[in-house]
């Protein structure tokens, strides 16, 4: 799993922005979130018209076998991707689809090559509404892309209970609902898998931000501040304020701050 920075904050790429466009609520953000099932809508983007530069380097000019999702895997992770009894394999070269897209197909995305479109389902054009399904699983970094030969063995999906927090910097239980860095909440679900919700209501236990009259506003759970009523240092948990914080190493009873905000 890649650093929060990287999830959150996105370098220049091609799929962040070209697999948004004409949706609302796009901020440029991808989420680091892999479904414990391996389970994809797939999208493609770059060939002509759409040759732009890539975050982890190159261009996405169609004609090779590259993906987004490198905030999921990592710059140069070699991921197989399979469905209707075929497979390619890419290697994620850049940072993407925003949320917006997941959010607007219901499902987690792999924005890829059309190349890739065009060996599993025969159509080099597929956007979310397409609503094709592929499974991915990463594999050796020593795996050659392309169109896979004949006999290349099938890995299983992994299975999961929990969901990788970036806000908490943990994994959670399912069941948990986390508000992010956005202030969005999202319920950690079966499978690893990360379900916006409107609220908290319902759920088995919830983080969300903390208001800060120092601050004059709410912060994320992990954040740290020194109060002005006391000067004393305490963190957000996600429910209340607590202390006590360590400020040569800036972490609190939660774990590291998010942010350091002294008087």
């Known amino acids: 799993m890649v650093g929060e920075d990287e999830a959150w ?4 790429g091609a799929s962040v922005g070209t697999t948004a466009r004409g949706l609302k609520n796009c901020k440029g953000k991808a989420s680091t ?3 414990a099932d391996g389970r ?4 493609t983007f770059g060939g002509p018209g759409d040759h732009q530069a890539m975050s982890c380097g190159g261009f996405a000019a169609g004609n090779t076998w590259y993906a987004a999702s490198r905030q999921r895997y990592g710059c140069g992770a ?7 009894g075929k497979c390619a394999v890419v290697t994620a070269l850049d940072y993407g689809p925003d949320v917006c897209v997941e959010t607007a197909a219901g499902a987690p995305i792999i924005d890829v090559s059309p190349l890739v ?8 054009g597929l956007g979310y509404s397409d609503q094709k399904r592929v499974t991915v699983t990463e594999v050796d970094a020593s795996t050659p892309v392309g169109a896979c030969v004949a006999g290349m063995p099938t890995e299983p999906p992994p299975s999961a209970t929990t969901c990788m ?5 943990r994994e959670v239980e399912t069941g948990t609902c986390v508000q992010g860095e956005d202030a969005t909440w999202q319920r950690c679900d079966a499978g690893g898998v990360w379900t916006p919700r409107s609220s908290s209501s319902g759920c088995a236990e919830a983080f969300a931000w903390c208001p800060s009259a120092t601050l004059g506003k709410k912060v994320q759970p992990r954040t740290c501040v020194q109060a002005a009523s006391d000067s004393k240092w305490y963190q957000c948990n996600g429910q209340t304020w607590v202390t006590p914080v360590d400020t040569a190493t800036q972490s609190g009873p939660i774990g590291a701050c998010s942010t350091f905000n002294a008087l």
């Open 9 to 12: 904050n996105a370098t220049p």
């Open 33 to 35: 979130s892999i479904p």
């Open 40 to 43: 994809y809508v797939i999208t």
């Open 78 to 84: 070699k991921l197989k991707i399979e469905a209707n």
């Open 117 to 124: 479109g065009k060996e599993l389902f025969g159509e080099a």
């Open 165 to 169: 927090s970036t806000t908490l910097d």
